[in-house]
């Protein structure tokens, strides 16, 4: 039986007269890759935001792992790992020093050992005593879900993570992501334009529009719902073409 980790109810937040997130509720479950998609504007960072406690809700409760942040947010975010491209690390610290500092942050054991797996893992240890303010985009995505991964965290949130990288090497990633959720049943909530990726990476998908969510399920029920029409195949860049062009008819 699927054990749910997150609860998400009735979530809203406005930005003085605009609502960026519309009384939106949802589970997690333990295991998956949730996709969360939608256009430029539909809510989906400041989701994120507030999954992480760093935007406050005017509404609604977020609960994980049986907790409630109001009460136990510590413990909640010791299980939680975050990145995005859109995300610097402090700029005068090396690669290595940032990721010690977040090491002990999470209270790692053999700090040391862990950070060189992960940079190695992803293929970076040349930038071990590199200044953050010297890497390039893909470099500094790669530096950030090595930051996420640090803790051995049991739910990853992470906002288009392969979005400045080659193509090579977001199939490292993604490969890298999909053994943490075969191996250590990781749970990894994933943002993504790249929709042949969502296609291929999610179990289960959200899409949010105008900050509500107006589909969710599998890739193939979000494109029969979406596009109201039988296929064999998903078709994810399609709805969400389509969902763009209503948009743009309706204003």
Do not use: W
Request: aromatic residues 8%; proline residues 4%; glycine residues 6%.
């Amino acid at each position: 039986m699927e054990r749910t980790i997150g609860k998400i109810t009735n979530l809203t937040k406005k930005f003085n007269k605009f609502t960026a997130v519309d009384d939106i509720s949802f589970d997690i479950k333990e295991g998956e890759i949730l996709g969360f998609l939608g256009p430029n504007g539909a809510g989906k960072t400041t989701t994120i935001h507030m999954l992480l406690d760093l935007v406050t809700p005017d509404s609604g409760e977020i609960s994980f792992f049986g907790k409630n942040f109001a009460s136990d947010r510590e413990e909640i975010l010791e299980q939680i790992g975050f990145a995005s491209p859109y995300v610097y690390l402090p700029f005068r610290m090396s690669v290595y020093e940032n990721l010690i500092v977040y090491a002990k942050l999470f209270n790692v054991k053999n700090i040391k050992i862990e950070v060189d797996k992960l940079l190695e893992l992803f293929k970076i240890e040349k930038l071990k005593n590199k200044p953050i303010s010297y890497l390039s985009a893909g470099e500094n995505t790669k530096v950030g879900l090595c930051k996420a991964l640090i803790g051995k965290p049991k739910l990853l949130l992470l906002d288009e993570p392969t979005a400045s990288l080659d193509p090579e090497t977001a199939m490292m990633t993604r490969n890298i992501l999909l053994k943490l959720k075969k191996d250590e049943n990781v749970t990894i909530l994933y943002t993504s334009h790249n929709m042949a990726e969502v296609e291929s990476m999610c179990d289960r998908i959200i899409f949010l529009n105008h900050g509500k969510i107006i589909a969710s399920g599998t890739p193939m029920e979000i494109t029969k719902s979406i596009l109201k029409e039988e296929r064999k195949e998903p078709a994810l860049e399609e709805v969400f073409l389509k969902v763009v062009k209503d948009e743009n008819e309706a204003s």
